[in-house]
Structures are given as structure tokens and as C-alpha cells.
């Protein structure tokens, strides 16, 4: 059975005539015939019979006909609904990412891909460590990922600058007075609120940490991000954050790091991007970011 003998069907039930509608088909009579009879042997009854005043259902046909009807109207709904995603009027997009990037970068990057595209259903998938938030995407449970740069990547992978991290302090802390950069070893004594092991920005802080010479020494920990500038600007501690996840009313406690430590933003996906991944791929990488800072710390 294929969708092109049921609207045969239906086009002769509809006219009641072989002749009329070959017309309105613009095929030949016997070939409409050929292509009726057909659907016929695979439903296993007669659907129409000859009469002398045209064409009518039988018993089976009129069965058959709603049915008929609602197998067309559904696949001209789906012939629309692709039509929908491919303009990005419709559709679903799920990305996949990283806790912090779920905090700190993503929401504006995804309120303004909703402002253009009112259509399109937005799912987040998050991940506390970037090693499974690749494997996610290899295993194709997103469309799209946003996070740090994958090495060696085999897939379709877009850029989209770098990300800065600062370091949180107490008010009352004695650096806090001055608003210069500050060195990472100058903290090395200092009780650090760190993640927990196994969360990405924990390696994060690690590699920086080691590149100043010091391991830190744990206060407390959290797998929140969030927390962790909050716990820090509480006077817990000193802590290492992602520039963009602390909020604005904390903007005070923050200090930048004389050298930088960053890690470069990408979005990517397992082989291609789908229409809204790369619509939403190419908004991100025209969204104003940090460049990389000279002397940088990078972390790969």
C-alpha cells in the first residue's frame, strides 16, 4: 500500500467516476484502475464496485475511507511539520552542555534564539563533567553541544570565544580593598571553596592551581557552581569561578587573575548540525565574547 494509491482511492470515491477522476488526477483511466486494484489485493477486499449510474463503495470501502482519509491528513502533517523545522517554525531543539554553561552563558544565548524563533521548543541536557557531555553527543542524545572545545573533534564544530575565570573573595578580605588583578600563588595559604571531585570546573582549578606553583586546601566543597561563589563571597573562602556565572550584585567580590586562566567555548555536534543547531551555533558564535587574553593560562 502507498500513500499515492490512497489518494487514488479517495479521488474516485470523492467523484464517483473512474473518468472523472483521472481527470482531476491528470493520469490516464487505466492506469488509475491499475493503481486502485492494486490497493485492493493488498487490503485483501474490493473497495469500489462499477455500477450503471458510476462508481461506489462497498461495505469494505466505506470502512476503509475515513481511514483512508486520516492516513493522507497525516502525512501531509508531517510533510509540514519537516517544512516547519527546516524554516525553524516548529520543531525541537535539545542541547547538551555543562552545568556552569547552563548558569552562566546559555540563558541569554537561548532567550534571544526564542525571541527569533517563537516556534521552536528548547530542552536542556546537562552534564557536571564535559568527558560526559561528549560521550552524550557521540552517543546522539542531543543535537547540540555547547561547552568547551573538544580535542580532535570529528564533527561539524563551531567556535565561540573564551571564558574567563576570576577569582570570588570576602568583602572582607584584605585583597578585596585593592580592585587590581591578583596573583593565584598570593592564595596558596588561603582555605580554598572548591567542587567536587569528579565535577569539571574541580580540574579546572586544579591545573591553575598547579600552574602557580600550590595545591589548595579544601574548606569546604559543592557540585553547585553557583554555590560556590556565593559560599566564597561568604567568607568561607577563596574560590576560582567562570566569569560568567556570577551575578551582578556579587560583581564586587570578583577579582581577575594578573595572568588569566581561560578555556575556549565551542558548540558541536556528532556529525552535522540539524537547522536550528545551526541556526542557534551561528547566533552563539555572533554573540560578543572575551578574546583570549595575553599570557593566558589556558586550560585544553
Do not use: K
Not at 241 to 266: F, M, N
Amino acid at each position: 500500500m502507498t500513500l499515492r494509491q490512497v489518494s487514488y482511492f479517495v479521488a474516485v470515491a470523492d467523484e464517483a467516476s473512474f473518468t472523472l477522476a483521472a481527470g482531476r488526477l491528470r493520469i490516464s483511466q487505466p492506469s488509475l484502475s491499475q493503481q486502485v486494484q492494486a490497493l485492493e489485493r493488498d487490503v485483501g477486499a474490493r473497495l469500489l464496485e462499477r455500477t450503471p449510474r458510476g462508481v461506489r463503495l462497498t461495505a469494505a470501502g466505506r470502512e476503509f475511507l475515513p481511514e483512508a482519509r486520516a492516513m493522507l491528513a497525516a502525512s501531509e502533517r508531517a510533510r509540514l511539520a519537516v517544512r516547519q523545522v527546516d524554516a525553524l517554525e516548529g520543531g525541537e531543539l535539545e542541547i547538551a552542555t555543562v552545568r556552569s554553561l547552563a548558569v552562566g552563558v546559555l540563558p541569554a544565548l537561548v532567550g534571544e534564539f526564542r525571541r527569533r524563533h517563537p516556534g521552536v521548543r528548547i530542552w536542556l541536557r546537562e552534564y557536571t563533567h564535559r568527558d560526559r557531555l561528549n560521550e552524550s553527543i557521540q552517543a546522539g542524545l542531543s543535537d547540540l553541544a555547547v561547552g568547551p572545545r573538544p580535542a580532535g573533534w570529528s564533527g561539524e564544530i563551531l567556535g565561540l570565544g573564551w571564558e574567563e575565570f576570576v577569582v570570588v573573595l570576602a568583602e572582607s578580605d584584605p585583597l578585596a580593598a585593592d580592585s587590581g588583578p591578583v596573583h593565584l600563588r598570593h592564595l596558596a595559604d588561603r582555605e580554598w571553596v572548591l567542587y567536587e571531585p569528579g565535577h569539571g570546573l574541580d580540574d579546572v582549578v586544579m591545573f591553575a592551581c598547579a600552574h602557580a606553583g600550590f595545591i589548595p586546601r579544601a574548606g569546604m566543597r559543592t557540585a553547585q557552581a553557583e554555590a560556590v561563589v556565593r559560599l566564597a563571597a561568604s567568607g568561607l573562602g577563596v574560590a576560582l569561578v567562570p566569569l560568567d556565572i556570577v551575578p551582578e550584585h556579587l560583581a564586587g567580590t570578583i577579582r581577575h587573575l594578573h595572568q588569566p586562566v581561560v578555556r575556549e567555548l565551542a558548540a558541536y555536534a556528532r556529525t552535522h548540525f540539524s537547522p536550528a543547531a545551526q541556526a542557534f551555533a551561528a547566533a552563539a558564535a555572533a554573540a560578543e565574547r572575551p578574546s583570549r587574553p595575553r599570557r593566558a593560562i589556558v586550560f585544553s
